[in-house]
């Protein structure tokens, strides 16, 4: 179980998983440490993660696949901090997770500020499977409630959001909707 930084949700996670997110955050800590000079935090990213996971677990946990769709959604958070090889999440996960988790991925996650990698991802999202969708979907509208004044964002959100249709309807104008009225509360 890990607590988001609101004090109040909970995102509840397999022991096998929340092992190996524990086992993850260490190592990409200890690579850190290395570096001769400062990034953010690995606690930063994990209450950020948390955060985000707790709002995109709420949506997620609608589905048949629930367990599924959260390990992954889960994984790809864990991704943005240090590459997860696909052979590793297959043998601690599943071929099934592992797969969706390679399609739900970008190469733009852990390598920001390229813009020739965001168009790619954009393409990215909009060929993926609708499972793929409905996990950058449920993870796009946690990070948008995780980050509410981050305003500067919102014109990449919506673009990413435009991209993800056709992975769940409902959930698709939920997050577009609410990236459209935090963009025009901005304004």
Same mark, same amino acid.
């Given at each position: 179980?890990?607590?988001?930084?609101?004090?109040?949700?909970?995102?509840?996670?397999?022991? $096998?998983?929340?092992?190996?997110?524990?086992?993850?955050?260490?190592?990409?800590?200890?690579?850190?440490?290395?570096?001769?000079? &400062?990034?953010?935090?690995?606690?930063?990213?994990?209450?950020?993660?948390?955060?985000?996971?707790?709002?995109?677990?709420?949506?997620?946990?609608?589905?048949?696949?629930? @367990? $599924?769709?959260?390990?992954?959604?889960? +994984?790809?958070?864990?991704?943005?901090? /240090?590459?997860?090889?696909?052979?590793?999440?297959?043998?601690?996960?599943?071929? &099934?997770?592992?797969? +969706?988790?390679?399609?739900?991925?970008?190469?733009?996650?852990?390598?920001? @500020?390229?813009?020739?990698?965001? &168009?790619?991802?954009?393409?990215?999202?909009?060929?993926?499977?609708? &499972?793929?969708?409905?996990?950058? +979907?449920?993870?796009?509208? @946690?990070?948008?409630?995780?980050?509410?004044?981050?305003?500067?964002?919102?014109?990449?959100?919506?673009?990413?959001?435009?991209?993800?249709? @056709? /992975?769940?309807?409902?959930?698709? $104008?939920?997050?577009?909707?609410?990236?459209?009225?935090?963009?025009?509360?901005?304004?």
């Amino acid at each position: 179980m890990t607590k988001s930084n609101d004090g109040e949700s909970f995102v509840y996670l397999p022991e $096998k998983l929340q092992r190996f997110c524990e086992e993850h955050y260490e190592e990409q800590q200890r690579q850190q440490d290395c570096l001769p000079f &400062e990034m953010v935090s690995m606690n930063s990213h994990r209450e950020d993660h948390d955060a985000i996971l707790s709002h995109a677990n709420q949506v997620l946990s609608q589905y048949d696949n629930s @367990g $599924k769709l959260t390990t992954v959604a889960t +994984l790809v958070l864990l991704n943005t901090v /240090g590459f997860l090889q696909k052979d590793m999440v297959a043998e601690m996960f599943g071929d &099934e997770a592992a797969v +969706l988790m390679a399609n739900t991925i970008t190469s733009f996650d852990s390598n920001s @500020g390229n813009a020739a990698l965001w &168009e790619e991802s954009l393409h990215q999202m909009a060929r993926a499977s609708s &499972e793929a969708k409905r996990v950058r +979907l449920a993870l796009l509208l @946690g990070q948008v409630m995780h980050s509410p004044g981050a305003t500067g964002h919102l014109p990449f959100w919506h673009q990413e959001a435009m991209a993800l249709s @056709g /992975g769940d309807p409902q959930l698709h $104008k939920q997050v577009v909707t609410l990236i459209e009225t935090d963009w025009a509360a901005s304004k």
